[in-house]
Structure formats: structure tokens, C-alpha cells
């Protein structure tokens, strides 16, 4: 005994004293490079800093070549490494090297409920900017999901903080981990597309703290976000670009960024406001170059006193910091792109994003040995979607459709055939008049595909949404899903009742006429270069399908809480938000409204049974972790992933909160018949609300309940806790 209590004695010093010379290098390397920081600055002219704080072409900003440092290079990110464009045009450079691996969108990433899936994505987004030499990546986009009709949903994640979150931290640490800048965006609360660019969003305190703010913190303290940009829009009255609240008061002194932050393309407003507030580098504004409101006008400003030299010295202080982080970093990688291991990391994000909706009827997994014929149905199941729309996109050295992919899996052995079924004719670049009739059925088209489906043993109609009808720079004006679908659903169901509805979209639609008559559903997504091959084989069982939906699908839109309460998209350019913290399923479920699909829900093949639930504690005080063990069943005949999600509960609580809150989640694999306990920890800090008077996170003491489900609507398992202090 007293031989094993030294082993342990000397292990746990040894841990120690590695942990402290390790936080000793690491602070001595700081202040070495901090030093020699100071020692560039010191060489400089203010000419040359002010010339690296705006942009001296599209996709860069300008360096001293005098002094080795090198320009700083970005390009957008979020699906993949945009096509190279020309210096100082948004035409294609027409470059043959520059075809990239296209990624799933965000909304798909944030489906697959698994932040090493985040991570994965973000050192293959990494891997290829660095073969691109790009070193500034602007991605992830996470913004809040609090409008479902808005254009870059499909970008961002989720509606839940938590969930953003922690798939923003593992995306940021996979970019970075390949000396690569991640640039976290929008900052912040840019949730509307509909006048983005002058729309002033009206949100409290405790609400930004509690919602829209949470994933940027664990970004920036997390994951070390070397970059952030700032938002297009207003808050509570101040341009994103020159909010010294958002960017001095709160990223850079409370959360401590030490990095730079970076405009939206033409998103800077004024120079003296702008670089007094925390902006860094402006990019993307109109005119010359040296006209831009942080070239002659900021050397004007400094000159005449309105911007101090103090103020100037910190901003190229923080690019420097990025740049000794990624392109003058030691043993800076070269990179590559479009690779086979690429290629499969793209599969695996996308196989474990595609959503169950239905399966009533049990067609799924498809039977390969007793499927002869195989109509498949819908512009959707022959469409790419790297391209298209306004916003970034991707020249993927190829896509597989959802039509090829069904004939790389059944092609052998079912005799596959085609019908458009629909025309999807809508074009991000024109306007609402000029994409008239984008709504009408082609009765020849439906005619056409009722003709082919009664000929087979099942359809599998693919619809949905496209990149141009989803797209940066607008909202859609409803959940309606667009070009005639229903009428091409309800006529090839008729048709025949081995149908399968395959949705593609990076948002929510109203599949109420759907949910209701058809009875089998499957949710896709804009899912990258090796999408039809994973929807295939969900299709037919070789992936057994553990997507869960990362945003509540709404029954009516006026049952989401910004249209219910008359707050989108603002009257007199301002958008009051009215619900505060009851964003998403807080909204739901708080108010008992009844969403068409809940966060968080998604199904599978086999199924899952919850056995009990229990924590390593009654009580706990401030400081401490909740360790809560859920035991769970796989009593089907497939191997499967189930998401356990735990939602926390306040009890008489003193503030406002919604009815639940997801506090932890873990993605875990059982096989048929194994029972697993599953152990998630939440840190007693995390049930803290944020306090407006004292400006701190207060936990708050009493009784909290954990619900333990498979969504935010299917709660299995409960238990109690109490805070006690």
C-alpha cells in the first residue's frame, strides 16, 4: 500500500512539474515573440503600418517586403478553397490547379452531431489553403440559425450555442492545426440576409451573452481563433465594424483575443470610429486603394490627432501575431489538395449528416437482392451543388450526384432510369419578377415521371432546394418548397407507393403534406464532392444513418418566435429581438408549440433503448463537474450511432429560462444487442445565466433536472441534482 500511494505520489509530481515547465516554455516563447514584434514595429515608418491595415487587392493586404514580412493572403472557406480569382476581379483566374475538395455546408456538419467531424473538416480545409498558399481562411460561419428562411443557413450551423460551439472550436483547431488563420464570422448576430447591410439588430445583453456570443467565445478562447471578421449589420446602433463593445470591450479585453480582426468584403464604414473601436484591416471597400477609409484618410487621422499612433502599433502588432502563427511560422507545411484521403474525409462528414425523417413503411435500408427497377426522379438527383448563387463556392475536381451515386452502389444489379420531374428555374441574380413562374408546375415533366414510375419497383424522387435557390445576399420569402415539388411528390406517390422522398437543402421547408402522406423521408444536404455516394449507401444500409436535424423545423412559420412576434426582418431597418433568450427549441418548447421536426431528431435502423441514467453526486458546488452516466441499449438488428443529448433544467429559477437548455452531447457507436454506459460531463459553470447588473455568470443554487433523450422532444431518462453553494 505504501509502495503503490509513492508510485502515485511520484507520478502526479512528475505530471505537475511537466505541466509547469511546459507553461513556462510556452510563456517564455510568448514574450520572445512578443519581443521581437516590438522589435519590427520599431523599424517601421507609419506609412508602411498603415499600409498593412486594408487590403491591396481582393483577397490580400499588403506586407514590407523591405523587412521580410510577406503580404497576408485569404480566400473564403466554407464549403472548400475557393477557385483562384483574378488580383483585383471576381473573374476566374483560370487556373488548372486549383480544383478542391468540396466540403459539406455547415448545417450538414452541425447534422452530424460530432465535433470530430468538425475537426476533420477544418485540417482538410486547412491542408488544401496551405497547398494554395492562402493563409487566411474565412471559415467557419456560425452564426445563430434564428431565421429559417435565411440565405446562409445552409453556411451556418446551428440554433443552439452550445452545439455551435463546440463544433466551431474542433473546426477552428483543425484549420489551425496546419499554420493556417481560421477567421471566425460574422461577428456578430448577423441573422438575416434582407437588408444586412443596414439593419440595426436590437438584442440585450444577457441575450447576446447567452446566445449569440457563446460560440465566438470558445473560438477565440478554445480553439485560438487567430482571425475573426466582423459582421455586416448593426448592433444595438454601432456597425459591427466599429462596435466597441463587441470588439473592444468584450473579444478583445474579456476574452482576451490576440489576434486581428478583419472587415466583411466592403463592410467598413468610417475611419476614425472604425480603428478607434478595435477594426484591424478593412477589406473589400469600393475605389482605389489608397482612397479606402484605412489607407490616406487613417494616415490623415493619426497626423491630426483622431487616431493615436498607440492604436496603429497594436493593429499591425496583432497581423504580425498572425503571421508568426501561420506564413512565417517555423516548418511551415506545404500542403495539399484534392487528395484521395481528402476525398474520403468528405464521405465521412456527409454519411454521418444525412437525417431519417421517416421510415414508416420500412423500405429502408433498401432490399438490394429484390429491387429490380429504379426510377429516380427530380433535377436534384443529377444537380451539383459546389457552385452556384452569390457567395463562396467551390471548383470540386468533381461532385458525385445523388443519380451517380445510386448507380455506383445498384447499377450492377437494378435497372436504374431518369425523369427530371421538375425545372428548376430560379436564378440568384435575378429579382423576384424575373424568376416569375419559378413556382409552376411542367405537367410535361411530372407526366413524364408518373410514366417511369409505374414501370418500377420503387421511385426515389429527389427534391429540395439548390446554392442559387439558398444563397448569400437573400432570404426566401417562405418555407414553401419551390419549383412545383408537391405537385411532383403527391403525382409519382399516386404513381407508386414504394416511393421514397429524398430531400436536398441547407435549411428548413414545410414537408407537412409529406410528413403526412408519404412514408419514407430522408434528409441530405449540399454534401460535398462524395455526396451521392454517401446518400447511396445510407440508401441501401451499407451506413446505417445517424444525422440529427441541428435546427427545429417549424410546422408554420409564424411559430418561429421572430415572425411570431412581427420582428423580421424589422420595420425602419431595425430588428427588435423580441424573444430574447428563447432562440429555436427554447422557443418551442417553452412556449408548448408543436414543430413540425424537433432539434435534434433524427432516426435510425436499428433502435435504441435508454436503461437509466444517474450521477456520481446528489450535490455539487460552484467549480465542480456533473458526471451523468446514461445506459443505453441497441435492441435492433443493425449497428448504429446514437447522439445522447442531456438538457438541463432549471427549477424556480430567478431569471427567466427556457425549459431546457442542451448542456452536453456525445455520438457513440453500439453494436446489435450491446449495452453501453455512455459518461457526459457538464461543468456546474455551464448553468450559470449571464447577469446584466453585475456583468458576471452567475449559477445560480437549487434543483436542476437532467433530461437525457435522443432530441429536445424525445427525453428518455431524468434525473435531479442540487447546487449548493
Not at 600 to 611: A, C, I
Amino acid at each position: 500500500m505504501i509502495y503503490q500511494n509513492t508510485t502515485k505520489c511520484l507520478v502526479a509530481c512528475a505530471v505537475l512539474l511537466f505541466t509547469f515547465n511546459q507553461g513556462r516554455a510556452q510563456t517564455n516563447a510568448a514574450k520572445a515573440l512578443d519581443q521581437k514584434i516590438s522589435g519590427i514595429i520599431k523599424k517601421m515608418t507609419l506609412e508602411e503600418k498603415i499600409e498593412m491595415l486594408h487590403g491591396n487587392a481582393l483577397f490580400s493586404s499588403a506586407g514590407v517586403k523591405r523587412l521580410g514580412i510577406p503580404e497576408l493572403t485569404c480566400d473564403d472557406g466554407p464549403l472548400g478553397v475557393r477557385e483562384e480569382v483574378l488580383r483585383f476581379d471576381w473573374k476566374s483566374a483560370n487556373w488548372t490547379t486549383d480544383s478542391a475538395t468540396f466540403l459539406p455546408n455547415g448545417s450538414a456538419i452541425a447534422a452530424t452531431w460530432n465535433p470530430a467531424m468538425a475537426r476533420h473538416y477544418g485540417v482538410i480545409l486547412g491542408e488544401e489553403a496551405n497547398a494554395r498558399k492562402k493563409i487566411v481562411m474565412l471559415a467557419p460561419a456560425f452564426n445563430i440559425c434564428r431565421v429559417p428562411l435565411n440565405g446562409r443557413t445552409y453556411e451556418y450551423y446551428s440554433e443552439d450555442p452550445f452545439l455551435n460551439a463546440q463544433l466551431a472550436i474542433q473546426a477552428v483547431k483543425g484549420i489551425q492545426s496546419q499554420h493556417v488563420a481560421a477567421c471566425i464570422k460574422h461577428y456578430a448576430v448577423n441573422n438575416q440576409e434582407v437588408n444586412r447591410n443596414t439593419v440595426n439588430a436590437i438584442v440585450d445583453e444577457r441575450t447576446l451573452h447567452e446566445i449569440y456570443l457563446p460560440a465566438f467565445k470558445a473560438g477565440i478562447q478554445q480553439g485560438n481563433a487567430y482571425t475573426i471578421m466582423s459582421a455586416y449589420n448593426k448592433v444595438n446602433g454601432k456597425w459591427c465594424s466599429e462596435n466597441d463593445y463587441l470588439l473592444n470591450q468584450v473579444l478583445k479585453k474579456e476574452w482576451g483575443f490576440k489576434g486581428a480582426v478583419i472587415s466583411d468584403w466592403a463592410g467598413t464604414h468610417n475611419t476614425v470610429a472604425a480603428a478607434n473601436a478595435g477594426l484591424d484591416i478593412e477589406m473589400g471597400s469600393s475605389g482605389p486603394y489608397d482612397q479606402w477609409y484605412f489607407a490616406k484618410p487613417l494616415l490623415a487621422a493619426v497626423k491630426a490627432g483622431k487616431v493615436s499612433q498607440k492604436t496603429i502599433d497594436e493593429k499591425v502588432r496583432r497581423i504580425l501575431w498572425v503571421m508568426y502563427h501561420t506564413s512565417m511560422s517555423a516548418n511551415h507545411q506545404a500542403g495539399s489538395i484534392s487528395t484521395p484521403a481528402h476525398h474520403r474525409g468528405a464521405y465521412n462528414i456527409a454519411s454521418e449528416s444525412i437525417v431519417l425523417l421517416k421510415n414508416d413503411k420500412t423500405l429502408l435500408p433498401l432490399n438490394i437482392k429484390s429491387i429490380k427497377s429504379i426510377a429516380v426522379i427530380g433535377d436534384n438527383a443529377t444537380r451539383t451543388f459546389a457552385l452556384g448563387g452569390f457567395g463562396a463556392g467551390v471548383k470540386a475536381k468533381y461532385e458525385i450526384t445523388t443519380l451517380a451515386g445510386l448507380k455506383n452502389r445498384l447499377g450492377k444489379t437494378a435497372d436504374i432510369r431518369f425523369a427530371q420531374g421538375y425545372k428548376a428555374n430560379w436564378l440568384a441574380s435575378k429579382t423576384l419578377e424575373q424568376n416569375a413562374g419559378y413556382d409552376k408546375p411542367d405537367h410535361a415533366l411530372i407526366e413524364e415521371a408518373v410514366a417511369l414510375a409505374k414501370t418500377t419497383d420503387i421511385a426515389i424522387v429527389c427534391i429540395g432546394s439548390n446554392r442559387e435557390y439558398e444563397s448569400e445576399g437573400n432570404d426566401r420569402k417562405d418555407l414553401t418548397l419551390p419549383f412545383a415539388e408537391q405537385e411532383l411528390v403527391d403525382a409519382v406517390t399516386k404513381a407508386n407507393p414504394n416511393t421514397i422522398i429524398v430531400v436536398t437543402a441547407g435549411a428548413p421547408y414545410d414537408l407537412n403534406k409529406i410528413k403526412k402522406n408519404n412514408h419514407t423521408i430522408v434528409w441530405s444536404w449540399f454534401n460535398g464532392s462524395e455526396g451521392g455516394n454517401a446518400l447511396a449507401d445510407v440508401l441501401v444500409g451499407k451506413v446505417n444513418p445517424s444525422g440529427k436535424l441541428p435546427f427545429t423545423f417549424p410546422a408554420e412559420l409564424n411559430d418561429s418566435p421572430a415572425f411570431a412576434l412581427d420582428t423580421y426582418p424589422g420595420k425602419d431597418e431595425t430588428a427588435p429581438y423580441k424573444e430574447g433568450i428563447l432562440v429555436g427549441y427554447r422557443w418551442f418548447d417553452t412556449k408548448k408549440i408543436a414543430p413540425l421536426y424537433c432539434f435534434g431528431y433524427g432516426l435510425s435502423y436499428t433502435k435504441f433503448d435508454y436503461l437509466n441514467i444517474k450521477t456520481d453526486k446528489k450535490s455539487y458546488n460552484r467549480g465542480q463537474n456533473i458526471a451523468v452516466t446514461v445506459n443505453i441499449k441497441n435492441t435492433g438488428k443493425y449497428a448504429g450511432m446514437e447522439t445522447v443529448q442531456l438538457y438541463i433544467s432549471k427549477n424556480k429559477s430567478a431569471v427567466q429560462r427556457a425549459e431546457k437548455e442542451l448542456k452536453a452531447f456525445k455520438k457513440i457507436m453500439i453494436k446489435p444487442g450491446q449495452t453501453l454506459n455512455t459518461v457526459l460531463n457538464i461543468p456546474v459553470s455551464d448553468l450559470a445565466y449571464y447577469d446584466v447588473k453585475s456583468k458576471k455568470w452567475i449559477a445560480e443554487a437549487g434543483t436542476y433536472t437532467v433530461n437525457a433523450g435522443s432530441s429536445s422532444r424525445d427525453i428518455r431518462k431524468v434525473a435531479s441534482v442540487q447546487i449548493i453553494n
